[in-house]
């Protein structure tokens, strides 16, 4: 009896001991941690946050806790990086450590690790490495992309021709211009605008960009074990993200019937290759499921970034027509109206350059970018930040930075010009993130927004339906997105 009373007493101060251990090495742990607001049980510092503006939230917060703070969003420990120097310092300086990608349960519920943009370490790096390459391969940045978007252009020109200067939404025919465009490169396709699959795979895309700034996709993301059981949201959302997924698979499996290694036509034929090319190595990450998520990937972001862009920017130029006006007259002097645009054009048009670089820079459209993790426990100015904490580096605190661009809150080209009236570079400019995580697609993107904006303000006027001062530019949501306000304007052919 006295030993077991022995053994009993020994065994309670081992675990009294490593109990106090483990409470220990956490707590030394915070105090190594950015400091923050103190947080509440289950919540967190959700009090502290805004719902309807939580990017602009973390910014306040920052003038009480400085440019690297700690918050716990929910249950979840996250480092907040505000301003440049401490998202550069980072993503560039320390990108090999800020590698990770944060957790975001409403999608990774769908994509399961799979694809480019929320797989994680040697996947991530195969998947990215060959997606850059394949895209510059395909001409990224080159002739033949141009020419794809150079003719989808003057498709979507013919589309807002046949609304006959009329009011009329311009959601879903800017959606299609860069879907197209995706689509060609991914499966050597285009659609007609008025194609019932194409309208089917619009309004997938839309509800889906929509649903995931709700306040119910938040709280599946702090809580996803509770609420994925639930009824909700997240059950259509996910089902509109199968759907994609299966369409894309329709897409791989007439590639495979008619795939000729030696003569690639698109994204999916280089991957199957690749497939082929690599079946025998245990390491590859070359199969199907990769193949569809990465297509997917490329497909959702490629379009609706892109065409929520596109919608902002017709919207600051109605609410700006002076702006308009020296858009029309610089293309009208440079190209004239008879001549497509091209990309040998940009450097001769600063003033519309300028003007394209502020709407991306003051629509702010992915403003606590998607988040970071680190892969380490690592050691950030003079914090220690635990392997696997969500890190969220504030775009918007570097776009609406008041020293790089006097008065951030307004919209003004003259924030890219020089005082000769020439185009000014800015490290500043940041809409498609920094370091190694950057968007993959950032230069099709830039090409494809320089040649649909210039080619509609070549051909069109902008009539809106109310005077310009009435018109509202606030976003509808501000979440992970930020998606303009619904409108109508007319297009009056110039």
Known sequence: MELLEITTLALVICITCLIFLLVWRKSHKMRRLPPGPAPLPIIGNMLQLNPKDIPGSLCKLAEEYGPVYTLHIGPQLTVVLHGYEAVKEALIDQGDEFLGRGPMPIIEDTLKGYGIVFSHGERWKQMRRFSLMTLRNF?????????RV?????????????TEAQPFDPTFVLSCAPCNTICSILFSERFQYTNEKFLYLM???????????????????????LIKHLPGQHRAFSKRSKDLKYFIL??????????????????IDCFLSKMEEEKNNPESEFDMENLVTCASNLF???TETLSNTLRFGLLLLMKHPEVEAKVHEEIDSVIGRNQSPCMKDKMKLPYTEAVLHEIQRFINLLPSNLPHAVIRDTKFRQFVIPKGTTVLPLLSSIMFDCKEFPNPEKFDPGHFLDKNGSFKKTEYFVPFSLGKRACVGESLARMELFLFFTTIMQNFSLKPLVEPKEL???????????????????????
């Not at 001409?139 to 020419?147: D, L, P």
């Not at 329709?250 to 994204?267: M, T």
């Open 139 to 147: 001409g990224m940045g080159k002739r033949s992309i141009e020419e």
């Open 150 to 162: 150079q003719e989808e252009a003057r498709y979507l020109v013919e589309e807002l021709r046949q």
């Open 203 to 225: 309004n997938l895309l839309n509800e889906n960009f929509r649903q995931i700034n709700s306040p119910w996709s938040q709280m599946y993301n702090l809580w996803p074990r």
């Open 250 to 267: 329709e897409k791989v499996k007439e590639h495979q019937e008619s795939l000729d290694h030696n003569s690639a036509r698109d994204y």
């Open 300 to 302: 959702a972001a490629g």
């Open 472 to 494: 509202t530019i606030k976003p509808v949501v501000t979440g992970l997105l930020n998606i303009p306000p619904p409108y109508k304007l007319c297009c009056i052919p110039r």
